[in-house]
């Protein structure tokens, strides 16, 4: 069983930075990979930004590339998300995820944690 906690949410002007965290409580040693989406009101969850297991290889949509920073600490148990520059159209609830990478690319599982809110203010 897999336990997810995000963290680091908040309310920031536009411009501003946050950096999101998600703690992977497990019991085995598995590298998953890990996807961090989010959902606006009224919008579907989307894909935001992945990484596999060993942190070589990242995804971003194309709305966050160059302002969003995906990354992890394997030894923690940890996955990061840098949002920087950040914008309105960046407020949602933000989720990670564990899933897998391949050659089909990543694939992930249905298994969320509580979220984190940011707002990003004009």
């Known amino acids: 069983q897999v336990q997810l906690v995000e963290s680091g949410g908040g309310l920031v002007q536009v411009g501003g930075s946050l950096r999101l965290s998600c703690q992977v409580i497990?019991?085995?040693?598995?590298?998953?990979?890990i996807g961090w989406f989010r959902r606006a009101p009224g919008k579907q969850r989307e894909l935001v930004a992945a990484?596999?297991?060993?942190?070589?290889?990242?995804y971003y949509r194309d709305s966050v590339k160059g302002r969003f920073t995906i990354s992890r600490d394997n030894a923690k148990n940890t996955a990061y998300l840098q949002m920087n520059g950040l914008k309105p159209e960046d407020t949602a609830a933000y989720y990670c995820?564990?899933?897998?990478?391949?050659?089909?690319?990543?694939?992930?599982?249905?298994?969320w944690g509580q979220g984190t809110q940011v707002t990003v203010t004009s």
């Open positions: 995820n564990l899933g897998t990478y391949g050659r089909s690319g990543y694939s992930f599982y249905d298994a």
């Open positions: 497990s019991r085995t040693n598995r590298l998953y990979a």
């Open positions: 990484i596999d297991g060993n942190g070589t290889t990242n």
